[in-house]
């Protein structure tokens, strides 16, 4: 009997050993291949459903052993929704942490300065982000400024030029947070001193617009600024072609005098005085900044050299040989 009793104890220890053993492989790394393999976790996902798929794509050994991993560890109803960069070379423990950590893979995304809301959403739709219509309906919500912490009816403006790593599958508004809270990091050093000049946040943004596009060259921003903010003290119009084009729903390329005498068009700087309604173009920090610190200059007047420079001018006389040099053949 005693024998028997021993017999059975050694035949109990040997299957829980061979148990822990099957356990113990098929936890391990299904092979060392390092080859990426990415793996994307639905929305609504089951733990089920994703330690099957895990299996099927080869990234873990078993199913079974790899949802009681997870329901061990507590993170039954924790895998967060995504892409993940997996290998085959992984044991199944890291698996799961990096899916119930949600540390998805991001995606590059260059926004580069003085693009419209629309292309800003064409972008992010070319990476394959978000949908271009989505997110221009995200943007527009008249309520999602002041929730974001700054001033406006829409977001253009505030979409900050910047290099961007986002997940994939991220919600149209988180994106918009994250650039909004981009914007914000860069304005508030600058709004202690534009609030000493008299210049609130939505002011110096839509200034900052106008600056953006009409030059790309960084030491001529401050006057470009300067002629803009002369020009408002002075009452006069700011007469900018990019505001007008703006307001134009299909502008081909070619700027007419019609376009010029279009009191329908709010955004038209040669009718109407003052700012425009709203930023025509989502400013870099060098704009922003332009307008905070404008030059120390008494110009109210610039044209374009054609070479990416201006000529910049105190008295319309002189304003005028400018433009008869540099427009119109004039040598």
Request: net charge negative; glycine share 10%.
């Amino acid at each position: 009997m005693r024998r028997l009793v021993a017999l059975l104890g050694v035949a109990t220890l040997v299957c829980f050993a061979a148990a822990g053993g099957m356990l113990g492989w098929s936890l391990r790394a299904p092979s060392a291949d390092t080859s990426e393999i990415v793996f994307e976790v639905p929305r609504g996902a089951t733990l089920d459903g994703v330690a099957r798929a895990l299996e099927a794509a080869g990234v873990v050994r078993s199913a079974l052993t790899f949802g009681l991993l997870a329901r061990v560890r507590g993170h039954a109803g924790t895998l967060r929704a995504g892409e993940y960069s997996l290998s085959a070379s992984l044991p199944a423990e890291t698996v799961l942490e990096r899916i119930a950590s949600g540390a998805v893979m991001t995606h590059r995304v260059v926004v580069p300065e003085g693009l419209t809301m629309a292309e800003v959403a064409a972008r992010l739709e070319a990476a394959g982000l978000t949908d271009a219509g989505e997110f221009l309906a995200v943007v527009r919500d008249p309520a999602l400024p002041g929730a974001l912490g700054v001033e406006g009816e829409n977001l253009e403006g505030y979409l900050f030029p910047e290099t961007y790593e986002l997940a994939r599958g991220l919600p149209p508004r988180e994106i918009a947070r994250t650039m909004v809270e981009q914007f914000l990091r860069v304005w508030r050093p600058m709004a202690g001193r534009a609030a000493e000049r008299g210049l609130s946040m939505r002011k110096v943004v839509v200034l900052a617009s106008l600056v953006e596009k009409e030059t790309a060259a960084h030491d001529e921003r401050p006057l470009v600024a300067a002629v803009f903010l002369n020009r408002l003290a002075r009452g006069m119009r700011l007469e900018t072609d990019p505001s007008v084009i703006y307001g134009i729903s299909d502008f081909d390329g070619n700027l007419r005098r019609a376009h010029l005498e279009d009191a329908h068009n709010p955004y038209n700087t040669y009718v109407f005085a003052g700012l425009p309604p709203g930023p025509i173009s989502n400013p870099g920090q060098a704009s922003l900044h332009a307008v905070v610190e404008p030059a120390d200059a008494d110009y109210l007047f610039f044209v374009a050299r054609n070479d990416g420079t201006h000529q910049f001018s105190k008295t319309y006389e002189d304003h005028a040989r400018a433009v008869a040099r540099y427009q119109n053949g004039g040598g």
